[in-house]
């Protein structure tokens, strides 16, 4: 059975920094593109990070390219995400992702609309504060 496991999360003020850890069991993560996702209250989740198995390539959207960094240590089985200068507007649950079918094209992590694709963990909750 998959389970992943956020840690991490909390409060911090705007403009400080957050490291959140995502340890996986039941599945080698050395096989699998990983991902973070966060979802706020009252709005949709939003992917904000991919990385591909091995971690040679990773994916961010325009909304925390250059803040955050994702990063695995595939020998604890462990995804990480380095999360700095944060903003109010980050203020959401943060959930740790997994997939293994069909996850990347050319070596580039992708995204699927089918949550079904992915195992979840049950998130962490980030908030902000102004």
């Known amino acids: 059975q998959v389970q992943l496991v956020e840690s991490g999360g909390g409060s911090v003020q705007a403009g400080g920094s957050l490291r959140l850890s995502c340890e996986a069991t039941g599945i080698y993560t050395s096989y699998a593109c990983m991902y973070w996702f966060r979802q706020a209250p009252g709005k949709e989740r939003e992917g904000i990070a991919a990385?591909?198995?091995?971690?040679?390539?990773?994916v961010y959207p325009d909304s925390v390219k250059g803040r955050f960094f994702i990063s695995r240590d595939d020998a604890k089985n462990t995804l990480y995400l380095e999360m700095n200068s944060l903003k109010p507007e980050d203020t959401a649950t943060y959930y740790c992702a997994a997939r293994r079918s069909s996850c990347q094209t050319y070596g580039v992590p992708t995204w699927s609309n089918n949550n079904e694709m992915y195992y979840w963990g049950k998130g962490s909750l980030v908030t902000i504060s102004s």
């Open positions: 990385i591909s198995p091995g971690g040679a390539s990773t």
